[in-house]
């Protein structure tokens, strides 16, 4: 088995906060001209932490972007917790703290890239808390969104008081390899059934509410999609919060971080990006608004 982590370059790490949440540090490769950029911080989802990243912090290293990936509470190596007691809120407090903490080092707010859970926990602190910007990579999906494009036919399970982690027993998947696969099992762990609870529509739940009028920072959303109905999905989530939209077809929710097509989702966000460098280029030019259907 491949493990990514292994591989990544040379960081420093430490814990923040009242949980001691774990927060590795990558910095960039900086020319001068790249000094004053947004760092960025990295969220993951459910089950997973800082590890499902490995393989794109090279990448933004290499390109001159201090990167920070946070652990929210009880996931990989920040301190364990009793996950019964663990509510979507609590892992809101977590990415307050990282934000904070990130903004005092750096003076200047990070661009936030959530993944799955980690994209609508994003989504809601970016109601009100500054950030540089926010890109979505397969986010779960709000309240609004889902009205608009529903799942249909799902089967709601009951969660008991923690959720198992995905047992991942297939050996390979559309865009992720034996390995890649292996490197999930490895890292794997338990979640909390109330936080996954409150935003899963295949746990029943009602979803977030996200007030898409209150994020005016600029955005943008990449989905995994397989059929019409998940690209709908996707193209609504970005209408809502007046984001940019980019599907990748024939990928899977997990590939887009640790499969063969990941770089195709780093080369857009890459893109995207460029978005700072050049209001710092041009410094009177106005802010890049995110693009919100008038």
């Not at 814990?15 to 001209?33: H, M, Q, T």
């Not at 295949?202 to 990449?222: M, Q």
């Not at 998940?230 to 980019?246: C, L, P, S």
Request: hydrophobic letters at 40%; aromatic letters at 10%; proline letters at 5%.
């Amino acid at each position: 088995m491949r493990d990514y982590t292994k591989e990544l370059p040379e960081h420093t790490a430490r814990y923040i906060g009242k949980s001691d949440l774990f927060l590795e540090i990558f910095p960039g490769n900086n020319r001068s001209d790249e000094a004053d950029r947004p760092p960025l911080l990295f969220i993951h989802g459910a089950f997973t932490g800082s590890w499902m990243w490995s393989k794109y912090i090279p990448h933004f290293m290499a390109a001159g972007w201090n990167s920070y990936c946070i652990n929210l509470r009880g996931h990989y190596k920040s301190r364990s917790v009793d996950f019964t007691k663990v509510e979507f809120e609590d892992y809101l407090e977590d990415i307050r703290e990282a934000i904070s903490a990130i903004a005092g080092e750096c003076a200047v707010a990070p661009v936030v890239i959530g993944f799955s859970m980690g994209g609508i926990l994003s989504q809601k602190l970016a109601e009100s808390v500054e950030i540089a910007g926010l890109v979505l990579i397969d986010s779960s999906i709000s309240r609004q969104v889902h009205e608009e494009a529903p799942y249909h036919d799902l089967v709601s399970e009951i969660p008991g008081v923690v959720i198992p982690a995905p047992v991942r027993d297939e050996q390979s998947s559309p865009d992720e390899t034996p390995d890649d696969i292996a490197f999930q099992r490895k890292y794997l762990s338990m979640e909390s059934a109330r936080a996954f609870g409150a935003f899963s529509f295949h746990f029943g739940a009602e979803g977030i509410s996200i007030d898409g009028g209150k994020i005016s920072c600029p955005s943008l959303v990449i989905s995994a999609v397989n059929d019409a109905a998940a690209d709908r999905r996707g193209q609504a989530m970005a209408r809502h919060i007046g984001g940019e939209y980019f599907c990748l077809w024939g990928t899977t929710h997990t590939g887009l971080l640790v499969g063969q097509r990941y770089h195709e989702a780093v080369s857009r966000i890459m893109i995207w990006l460029a978005r700072f460098d050049e209001e710092r280029v041009q410094p009177s030019k106005p802010r890049l608004a995110s693009r919100r259907p008038t």
